[in-house]
């Protein structure tokens, strides 16, 4: 069988013009391993991508950020970097990469790759370098080894846990066999942590996006950007750190690095963005971070992990257009990522909050009624200012999988002791068409990487294309309106008040024209108000009325 491909022509367009196209851009995270496998090896690959951009355009995408292409033994699904300039077999070859950049900027799509500069692989050359070099060595200074306590030294150095549980020191061996220094991950002990104060450290990475800004991307994800710069000191966590003042979450000279970054980034005649993965509480920490000299945007966490309640996104809303608004950034509207349960089995629970404490084996969730709000959500961060990310597979309403037990690879779950279930559940391949043995994401016979369900095919791209009342007609019309509609690229988010239950605010002024977006949280239907004129429903409008977890976007009377 073959995988589905578009039969209409595909549009071309030129890349929209140097400049801040990136503060209003949808950008598309794709994660290449499950998106299109055209080798047919069960693995997504970059022939897949390449071939499939027409369905990006066809989406109205302005970006793609593909999440770790590189060289890696895949310990953490690739965020264990071994080489920044050489592609994972699986994955293609550089050359591939350079074409697959042309090919998408030619069609007027941008690229963003993935750095990520807390670690690197236990395989690059610089661990096994330093792994085979003495202790006190040049080659050892790049990392975090130091000798354990205790008179053996067999206690580690400090007692941090691990971003994924579990501690963060392994113990080396020397050259005879004997126990000797330990080493620094705060992740898996195969992602050793880099020392930020080495200056070399600095000057690779800074050569890295070079290599990747050369070759035509627009752009960076900075993966872990708050957890570069340690006390190197080392000391155990104090019980309530002061803002800057952890021993390695948000210290304040890890801003020295990103402005380095920025001065990198703003070198070329089309500058290029700085996108921070940035967990932290603390908004007006998180603003620092994209002051005009740093970032240019960053992940906006704070929504995405909010339960689906109208009191608690109209909060995250004004925070988010609050603290952004000091430092003149653009915010930023994310449902998931690779590393968070997907909405429609989210937003489908009892609790619709995200955290990664939380998660469990066998969490029930409506799926009708999360892909209601799923669909809702989709149209309220569409209707905010700033820019979006869509992580693939969400434009199809795939549901989180709970894989079974033998196919799960994710770290998370190993490191909490089997008690979660980890992230696999978001990253299985997509299906292309309704049928075959992998549902059209294999050009080959063979299963896709991780099993893909039962009924995986009833949410393919083939049977939602021309479905009008699918999820991805929706984000397609939803992506439409958005790109063409002069009230959703100004800046002005105006409240509404349609009753308690229901979030509603006005985009736009009188000489833009305005359009209200009301989303319905509450039990009982809201009346469309009077002589307002609908442009897009999440679903279907009867009697006049917005029904619980629907939302609309309209178009004032006195507008235009
Ligand atoms: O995720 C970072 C990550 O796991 C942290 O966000 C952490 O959970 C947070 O600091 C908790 O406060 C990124 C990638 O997205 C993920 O896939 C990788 O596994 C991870 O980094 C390690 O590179």
Known sequence: MSAWTADGAVPTAALSPAGDWWRHAVIYQVYPRSFADFNGDGFGDIAGLRGSLWYLQELGVDAIWITPWYASPLKDGGYDVADYRSIHPDLGTIEEAEALIAEANAVGIHTIVDVVPNHVSSAHEWFVEALAAAPGSPARSRFWFRPGRGT????????????????????????????????????????????????????????????????????????????????????????????????????????????????VADSYPDPKLLVGEVWLPDVARFAQYLRPDELHTAFNFDFMTRPWKACDLRESIETTLCCHRLVEAPPTWVLSNHDVTRPVTRYGRADTAFSFATRRFGTPSDLALGTRRARAAAMLIAALPGSLYIYQGDELGLPEVELPLEAIVDPMHFRSGGVDPGRDGCRVPLPWTSSGPSFGFSRGDAPAWLPQPAGWGDYAVASQRDDADSMLALYRWVLGVRRHEPALATDVVTWVDRGSSALSFHRGTPDTGQLECLVNFGPGPVPIPPEHQLLLSSQTIRNNQVEPDDAVWLRPPTSR
């Open 152 to 263: 053996k030294g067999d206690i580690r150095p400090n007692d941090w846990v691990s971003e994924f549980r579990g501690d963060t020191w392994t113990r080396t061996a020397g050259p005879d066999g004997s126990p000797d220094e330990w080493y620094l991950h705060l992740f898996t002990p195969e992602q050793p942590d880099l020392n930020w104060a080495h200056p070399e450290v600095r000057a690779e990475h800074e050569a890295v996006l070079r290599f990747w800004f050369d070759r035509g991307v627009s752009g960076v994800r900075i993966d872990s950007a708050a957890l570069l710069a340690k006390d190197e000191d080392l000391p155990e966590l104090p019980v309530d750190p002061a803002a800057g003042s952890h021993p390695y979450v948000d210290r304040d000279d890890v801003h020295d690095v990103y402005r380095a970054w920025r001065t």
